[in-house]
């Protein structure tokens, strides 16, 4: 007799090629679960007024958008889609924050097992989130199963301590770029991206330009680093150009350069031409720091920040992987750069580190046997 055939609906904001740190989660999850032999679907929203249906090894729902208010999709049409395909799944596993799949499902009123996957509680629009909370509370109540990415975090999060006897940690995970990539181009293209900087020890850092990342702070830490160093910054969004404007008008166009967005191909070039890797994040917006495991797959020390309730000291274990500075305060984030950087020693040991880490907790194959572990949890315990 064959197996039964198991099927996971992964219903997410939205889903590579449009990136970000929970669509690059959700698609290592898909993969991670395909391999295992679940049948996954994605459904998603679109970022244009049109409906795509893509068919697949793994099919990709993508229902049109009407826009965004306060970051939330305006996907009306995502309810219909939502009640056609969730009979299709023994799981339907939702990824938040996301109020419009949250509405989706409370009008929907699935009947099969739903995992929420907690990937960071909302702490901007707190407006908003008095009118939303009913709505995430319902969930939270009905869901069979939460996951939440680090243990600080499902411990300090206010929306997760009355579910506590439901919450399951679950790392997220990054490729292993090291075993994955093809080494000698890697190590060429970062060669040839060291040899634009002569003579130059390099700090890389990653991620959206928006509020909560920091790299304000970077900037301004980089005005304390030696002449010998220069700070890469990578990514795009709403604050690249004031940024940029930050550099210009504090003089350090010879020592911080912002790259913009930088291709998927050429990251793995970065990490590796970099002699530390920095996420210099300020609030517990930053949940996690997927980031951070990139880095460190390559062996690359990490200089972090010590966001109280965050997991981002928790992925960068202070004196195992890096080090963690003070977030907001560039002296801080300075003397941790500094350190790192006068010290070959330390930095090799914490570079061996990171790769241990990475290698114990963050790699694709422990995400997905600690997430089928929750899947075949709930298929074999009787639903209250």
């Known amino acids: 007799m064959s197996p039964p055939i198991m099927r996971s ?6 889903y590579p090629p449009i990136n970000g740190g929970i669509e690059t989660a959700v698609r290592d999850i898909a993969d991670g679960l395909s391999s295992r032999q679940w049948q996954i679907e994605i459904l998603c929203a679109n970022n244009r007024r049109e409906t795509v249906v893509e068919t697949g090894a793994i099919p990709v729902t993508r229902v049109a958008s009407w826009g965004q208010v306060a970051s939330t999709s305006l996907t009306p049409s995502l309810i219909p889609w939502l009640r056609r395909r969730q009979a299709e799944h023994e799981i339907v596993h939702v990824h938040l924050p996301n109020p419009m799949a949250n509405l989706a499902l409370w009008l929907t009123r699935p009947k099969a097992l739903v995992v929420v996957h907690w990937h960071s509680d909302i702490v901007k629009q707190q407006r908003l989130l008095k009118l939303y909370a009913p709505l995430q509370n319902w969930l939270l109540r009905r869901a069979d199963a939460i996951i939440a990415t680090s243990p600080p975090y499902a411990e300090t999060s206010p929306w997760l301590k009355a579910f506590a006897k439901k919450v399951h940690i679950v790392p997220l995970c990054v490729r292993d770029t090291a075993a994955l990539d093809d080494a000698v181009k890697r190590r060429e293209r970062a060669a040839a991206l060291r040899a634009r900087y002569p003579g130059k020890k390099i700090v890389f850092a990653l991620g959206r330009m928006t509020y909560y990342k920091g790299f304000d702070v970077l900037i301004d830490a980089a005005a304390l ?92 274990a202070h004196g195992e992987s890096g080090l963690n500075a003070e977030p907001g305060d560039p002296v801080s984030l300075a003397q941790a750069i500094r350190q790192v950087l006068d010290d070959p020693a330390l930095a090799r040991r914490l570079g061996e580190g990171s790769r241990r880490r990475y290698e114990a907790l963050f790699t694709v194959e422990k995400m997905t046997d600690a997430l089928l572990g929750v899947y075949e949890h709930l298929r074999h315990t009787p639903r209250a």
């Open 9 to 14: 609906l992964q219903l997410t904001k939205f």
């Open 225 to 316: 680093l030696d002449d010998d160093t220069v700070v890469l910054i990578g990514g795009s969004g709403e604050l690249l150009q004031p940024l940029r404007d930050k550099v210009i008008s504090a003089g350090l166009g010879n020592k911080v350069h912002l790259l913009g967005r930088i291709e998927d191909a050429d990251l793995p070039a970065h990490y590796e031409a970099a002699d530390l890797f920095c996420l210099p994040s300020l609030l517990r917006s930053e949940a996690f720091g997927l980031v951070m495991p990139e880095a460190m797959a390559l062996s690359r020390p990490v200089v972090a920040t010590n966001i109280v309730g965050s997991g981002v000291p928790w992925v960068n």
